[in-house]
């Protein structure tokens, strides 16, 4: 069965830092660029990070430049979010997905986990 | 920066045709998908590359994307289909993906 599972989440203070991780099992992993979605409570997705599947490529949404890294170990299936100088407005429900094409003007998230919580407040 | 624009409300009655529209600049030359959610659940994909359906999408599921407007047409609507729908483009200008703010889909 193809299956994201996230973990990681938790309660965090504005400018801690937490790492989430993405265990992917079911597919290729190294076949595939990755992506972390957030949806902050009550609002739309918004997307935050892509990695191809080599990690030789990385893209960031402009509200996380500079604080958030993205990297992957496909030895061990496995995507990571480290995310830095955390913010109130981090506070979301963060998503790993599946990218279907790889390519990031036409790529699209066929498989989702189920999501890790994170709230940064005081 | 880009934007993605979806009305945030479409009412639908069973069996009739549900169309959701997203417009962007030029949103026709961009690839276009679209993600159903329903409460507490993670995003499906319903739509990629304007048109394609994932495995296991109903085929009254559709998509197109001409100048500024990509369409989300569900067919034959049913009340399974109640849900949140996010368009999403990628903004080469930017290097981000773009969500919409997401259309809430009643069927009644």
């Known amino acids: 069965e193809v299956q994201l599972v996230e973990s990681g989440g938790g309660l965090v203070q504005p400018g801690g830092s937490l790492r989430l991780s993405c265990a992917v099992s079911?597919?290729?992993?190294?076949?595939?660029?990755m992506n972390w979605v957030r949806q902050a409570p009550g609002k739309g997705l918004e997307w935050v990070s892509y990695?191809?599947?080599?990690?030789?490529?990385?893209y960031f949404a402009d509200s996380v430049k500079g604080r958030f890294t993205i990297s992957r170990d496909n030895a061990k299936n496995s995507l990571y979010l480290q995310m830095n100088s955390l913010r109130d407005e981090d506070t979301a429900v963060y998503y790993c997905g599946r990218g279907i094409t790889g390519a990031p003007d036409s790529d699209a998230f066929d498989i989702w986990g189920q999501g890790t919580t994170v709230t940064v407040s005081s | 920066s880009y934007e993605l624009t979806q009305p945030p409300s479409v009412s639908v009655s069973p069996g009739q045709t549900a169309s959701i529209i997203c417009s962007g600049y030029?949103?026709?030359?961009?690839?276009a998908c679209w993600y159903q959610q329903k409460p507490g659940q993670s995003p499906v994909l319903v739509i990629y590359e304007d048109a394609k359906r994932p495995s296991g999408i109903p085929e009254r599921f559709s998509g197109s994307n001409s100048g500024n407007t990509a369409t989300l047409t569900i067919s034959g609507t049913q009340a399974m289909d109640e849900a949140d729908y996010y368009c999403?483009?990628?903004?080469?200008?930017?290097?981000?993906?773009?969500f919409g703010g997401g259309t809430k889909l009643t069927v009644l």
């Open positions: 999403q483009a990628w903004d080469s200008s930017t290097a981000n993906v773009v």
């Open positions: 990695i191809s599947s080599s990690s030789s490529t990385t």
């Open positions: 079911g597919f290729i992993f190294s076949n595939y660029a």
């Open positions: 030029k949103l026709g030359e961009k690839y």
